[in-house]
């Protein structure tokens, strides 16, 4: 809780390593540059049973982000994401990547939000593939550009599976 950090990471700070973060709990922590509560710059990341409440970035990535090495699957399963922010893009989580996958299945993104440049209230996507399954969106807001939920960027050219997801408000 409360974990602050002048550049990448407000709680955790992966590059070029495999973690698995399983059931924790990230509040208020904020990042000068990116990724609020977590920043991964690594291989096969499972981020499961987490919950990101109220974490910031004054960049992008709000509670994540993700800017791997090519050809890497990341997967967010069983997640929350509540009143993150991200000046930039991506309100909880930011993913880029060339030939990158993400998977986000069974999580709920409420009231997450970004002020300024390419939207994605809740998340913002510039990767090859990405599937989001069973997921709820609820009173997500892009201020100043498109996708108050999600916005999908130009790299992604193998295409979006969204499928059994909730959008309200």
Same mark, same amino acid.
Request: hydrophobic share 35%.
């Given at each position: 809780?409360?974990?602050?950090?002048?550049?990448?990471?407000?709680?955790?700070?992966?590059?070029?390593?495999?973690?698995?973060?399983?059931?924790?709990?990230?509040?208020?922590?904020?990042?000068?540059?990116?990724?609020?509560? !977590?920043?991964?710059?690594?291989?096969? @990341?499972?981020?499961?049973?987490?919950?990101?409440?109220? @974490?910031? +970035?004054?960049?992008?990535?709000?509670? !994540?982000?993700?800017?791997?090495?090519?050809?890497?699957?990341?997967?967010? %399963?069983?997640?929350?994401?509540?009143?993150?922010? $991200?000046?930039?893009?991506?309100? +909880?989580?930011?993913?880029?990547?060339?030939?990158?996958?993400?998977?986000?299945?069974?999580?709920?993104?409420?009231? =997450? %939000?970004?002020?300024?440049?390419?939207?994605?209230? $809740?998340?913002?996507?510039?990767? #090859?593939?990405?599937?989001?399954?069973?997921?709820?969106? #609820? =009173?997500?807001?892009?201020?100043?550009?498109?996708?108050?939920?999600?916005?999908?960027?130009?790299?992604?050219?193998?295409?979006?599976?969204?499928?059994?997801? !909730?959008? @309200? @408000?």
């Amino acid at each position: 809780t409360a974990n602050t950090a002048v550049s990448d990471g407000g709680a955790i700070y992966a590059d070029s390593s495999c973690p698995n973060i399983i059931g924790c709990i990230f509040t208020k922590n904020t990042v000068m540059r990116y990724g609020g509560a !977590i920043y991964l710059n690594s291989r096969n @990341n499972v981020v499961d049973r987490c919950v990101f409440d109220s @974490n910031s +970035a004054d960049d992008d990535g709000g509670a !994540i982000y993700v800017d791997g090495p090519e050809n890497i699957k990341y997967i967010i %399963q069983n997640c929350t994401f509540i009143n993150n922010t $991200a000046w930039y893009e991506g309100g +909880a989580i930011y993913f880029w990547g060339d030939g990158n996958i993400l998977d986000i299945s069974d999580s709920t993104f409420i009231k =997450n %939000q970004n002020h300024k440049d390419n939207g994605g209230g $809740a998340i913002y996507l510039n990767a #090859e593939s990405t599937g989001i399954r069973n997921s709820i969106f #609820e =009173n997500n807001l892009a201020r100043s550009s498109a996708g108050g939920a999600i916005n999908i960027d130009s790299k992604n050219t193998q295409g979006v599976l969204i499928s059994n997801c !909730i959008f @309200n @408000n």
